[in-house]
């Protein structure tokens, strides 16, 4: 009988697509594009988690491409009027990332990206280093499970 999934690494994708900080902005694009995924950790040397550029960091190159923000609207929108700007995942990231360990039950996880409006955390280990990456789907995996499984467990 499978265990229900409990913890992050119950449920998580442990083959992440992810970027360097050097990655320039068409690579994102494209990459994002190739893997059907919307968000990606930016990585540093071996592998360690730095920030997460994702397709609402990407936006603002589009938004801003034709036209001439007021003063006033880019003193609002200062961090999207700079990611306009920017030709690199160093450059585009949200930083620090928005993490999460292996063994955080999955109800914490939910917590946290929902606090932080975010939809996917990096899973990292102790020093940061990438593990997988659990999204809000992947969390709502826990309700696929058969009434007999839920029984069982109840038993147990």
């Known amino acids: 009988m499978p265990q229900t999934p409990h913890i992050v690494s119950d449920v998580m994708t442990q083959t992440v697509v992810a970027v360097g900080r050097d990655a320039p902005f068409k690579e994102i694009v494209r990459t994002m594009d190739q893997w059907k995924v919307s968000a990606m950790p930016v990585l540093e040397g071996e592998g360690r988690v730095i920030g997460v550029v994702s397709e609402a960091d990407l936006l603002p190159k589009e938004e801003f491409h034709d036209s001439d ?78 009434d007999e499984d839920i029984e069982e467990e109840v038993r147990r």
């Open 69 to 146: 923000p007021s003063l006033l609207e880019q003193r609002r929108r200062l961090s999207d009027v700079a990611k306009a700007g920017a030709a690199t995942a160093e450059e585009l990231m949200s930083t620090p990332a928005i993490t999460v360990h292996p063994g955080v039950t999955l109800a914490q996880a939910a917590r946290i990206m929902a606090v932080r409006h975010v939809k996917r955390l990096p899973v990292v280990d102790d020093i940061g280093m990438l593990q997988g990456i659990v999204s809000r789907a992947d969390l709502l995996k826990v309700f696929l499970r058969s």
